[in-house]
């Protein structure tokens, strides 16, 4: 028997919700799994702009879990230092992450000319992280999968993604590597989601990673938050505001708009406009359709839908409707305030009392969404800072994350007790609530790595 050492390099993700990337070295071959942005604090955010303390030219291939940007926005960064080889996901996955990468990359060379044209970065010129071509040449890369089954990678290694709610195309990823089992649990979905499936359970897990977004926090159900957003739609409308959901593009803004049109069909609500200002979104719409198998919703239904929405997609309509107060409800990214178009809306609308911003995702530590949520009653927008007069209102029954007992129950199907459990993806309260409900449930140990950090796993194979 030869004993081969694994090492495991936690390139993001780790103390923190976002930029996932792990990178598994056999010493022969060296795998990613996701390829994230840092999002959210400034200390994190400088750190899309430095080169990963690994050789990037010398990873063999990238495995992307989902398509969200936290999971997918550091890929053309990834190419431009030298990365040439395939990068796989699912069919969908890789579909969104064409969507999010050329969005993120449009508007980062927006904001970059804006900049420059008011002068108000300190950067001379300011530069886009990465624009439109960067994104072109990533693109061929990609390889796309099918759920379910394992795919040979090289050697000794191979792969297989298992359908995980969360968003179109997700999966935690399970690789096979020397003999052992690691699994990637990518962000779990929901047991009861109003468009998407239940994830399904790894039953083996050597090395497992596990995500603790919600680690420690309980969601109320989809169904217990649809009264509360009737109430809150009525309110605002009544009193002459509008209605700003700040929303990822997929699957959050669909579910959304579900949300709002059964609302208005059962007379809940007042006929407003409603508007959904989201190129990106308006394609993921058009991949529902191409994806049958992946969620709930029927073909009918998101026609029907669709019709009751106006779709924005040229940003001349945008700066159009920011100054219009008429009161409507308007679904824009990006889902913390990171970026988007939501912020050309606040720009002009955060004055005004008789609106409402509703937040119903996660807000990760630093970022405008987070600020606001805590309190805040200035916002800082392109360069200035505007008064913020708004109603700030937070729902937090439509995550498409798992809750703290959700993340349990998923790990219920495991048979035998992992070797190691890493807790990422979360911060350091999340992590260490995940941590402790593991040990009582399961009586299994586990370890909450710090960024940049390497643990070491054996294996043992035939000479």
Known sequence: MKNNKINIHFLGAAGTVTGSKYLLDTGERKILIDCGLFQGLKELRLKNWEYPPVEVSEIDAVLLT????????????????????????????LDIAKII?????????????????????????????YDLKDVEKTVPYFKGVPPGQWLPLMKNIKARFQYNGHILGATYIELDVLGKRFVFSGDIGRTNDLLLYPPLKPKKADVLF??????????PEEAEALPEIEKLVNKTIERGGSLFIPSFSVERAQLMMLIFWRLLKQNKIPKVQMIMDSP??????????????WHRLEDDECDEMCSYFTVVSSYRETMELRSDDTPKIIIAG???????????????????????????????????GRKLLEGDR?????????????????????????DHSELLDWLSKVAEKPERIFIVHGEKEGAEALQKGIKETYDWGSEIPKLYSIESVETFQNS
């Open 210 to 219: 596990i995500e603790s977004t919600y680690g420690g926090r309980f969601h």
């Open 66 to 93: 989902h398509g969200h940007m936290d999971h997918t926005g550091y890929l053309p960064r990834l190419v431009k230092q030298g990365f040439k080889g395939p990068i796989y996901g699912t069919y969908p996955t």
């Open 280 to 293: 990106m979104g308006a394609n993921v719409l058009e991949l529902f359709h191409r994806t049958r198998d």
């Open 378 to 402: 200035e916002l800082k927008v392109y360069g200035k800072t505007v008064s913020f007069q708004m109603e700030v209102a937070e729902i937090e029954g439509l995550s498409a994350h798992a």
């Open 101 to 129: 990468l050329n969005d993120s990359a449009k508007i980062q060379e927006q904001e970059a000319e804006r900049a420059n044209k008011e002068g108000y970065s300190k950067h001379s010129p300011a530069e886009p992280l």
């Open 334 to 368: 990006s889902g913390m305030l990171t970026g988007g178009r939501m912020l050309n809306y606040l720009e002009t609308q955060a004055q005004n009392p008789n609106n409402t911003l509703l937040f119903v995702g996660y807000q990760a530590e630093g970022t405008r």
